[in-house]
């Protein structure tokens, strides 16, 4: 064996362990962040505790939920907007985000602010609840009628007058 040989292996077995180590460290670097990530996805922090302050933001009718993201991170309410496009898309509130102003706290989690923005306008709510209400009164008309005009029993007497039933007592 010569000595080229023997620094040859040498250095060609220290550039595999660094490798190596460089791969291992990448890898960990990778499953930690990726950790922390899924962590946040259900357990973000607001951006600040106790009363914080109240920002205003516009949501267009065309904008994404990346962009709705974007604005909530330009106005300091998330930390991050690739994390709320999958609380988004992993909340029960998945497309329900209506477009308008929305008055939302620093104080907020993501998931309460996403169920501002999806609930629904308070004109829709008040004119869903008048139909409701129509239907609710039209409904009881409908049944008052149908209990004043079912209230003769087959043999035409009502319940309660005294005549004789098909067994011949009498009900009192």
Known sequence: MDIKQVVGSIIETI????????LVSFVYDAAIRAYDFGYRVFAEEPMTIGEGRTISIYVEPDDSVMDIGKNLVDKGLIRDANLFFVQELLSENHGKINPGIYDLNTSMKSDEMLAIMAAEPEGAEEDG????????ENADKEGAEEENSGEAGEDGATEGDGEADEGGETEQ
């Open 129 to 136: 609840k008048d139909k409701a209400a129509e239907s609710g």
């Open 15 to 22: 550039i595999k362990i660094v490798a190596v180590f460089f």
